[in-house]
């Protein structure tokens, strides 16, 4: 598949994604990609987030691929039973927030919890960095086996964001292209 042949939705995390951010940067740059917008970037609630997500992919004309960051993985994980059957045919999620496990997250994170842990109905890759602060490894690796995704070791990444010194994450945009290929 193409991006061409597809709708591209970017569902940014917490705080949502600043200049500069990788998934800023590939939504300025693909033509098929839209940006999930949420009421509150700051202060999110679970179920206006997983239903900007359920709203977004229903207004899209082509199959939909979801690109998640952070919590926008939780939401576009927790939105799945609500999505239209068969619309969305592959996700690439980067750097799962443990909404469960981590510690000093703020309440509005945590009411998140618990993720999800049923089959996604589509192809997907986790990618998990063994030095994220907000999901250890294993779990990620272990929710990947829950939802049937590919995992994805980014080895030493951090968040896999501006922070961890992932701007334009070309190797992220490798990634995706090889994904894409195969759906």
């Known amino acids: 598949m193409k991006t061409a042949d597809c709708d591209i939705l970017i569902v940014p995390g917490l705080g949502g994604s600043e200049e500069g951010h990788w998934q800023a940067r590939w939504a300025s740059r693909m033509s098929t990609a839209r940006v999930v917008e949420q009421d509150s ?13 359920v709203e977004a992919v229903e207004a899209a004309t082509r199959p939909v691929i979801l690109i ?10 927790e939105a799945v039973p609500k999505l239209p ?5 592959g996700a690439l ?6 909404v469960e496990e981590t510690p000093n997250l703020p309440d509005s994170v945590r ?7 049923d089959p996604l109905p589509f192809p997907s890759l986790l990618v998990a960095s063994r030095t994220d ?8 690796e272990d929710f990947s086996y829950a939802w049937g ?7 030493e990444s951090g968040h896999v964001n501006v922070a961890s010194g992932h701007g334009p994450w070309p190797e992220g945009l490798m990634r995706l292209a090889g994904f894409m290929k195969d759906l």
């Open 93 to 98: 999620f980067v750097a799962l927030p443990d």
């Open 41 to 53: 970037w700051h202060a999110p609630e679970p179920d206006a987030w997983c239903g900007r997500v």
């Open 149 to 155: 995704s590919a995992l994805v070791d980014a080895g």
């Open 85 to 89: 059957q068969g619309r969305v045919v």
């Open 111 to 117: 009411a998140f919890a618990p993720l999800p842990r």
């Open 68 to 77: 998640a960051h952070s919590l926008g993985v939780v939401a576009c994980v």
């Open 133 to 140: 602060p907000y999901c250890r490894y294993e779990r990620a």
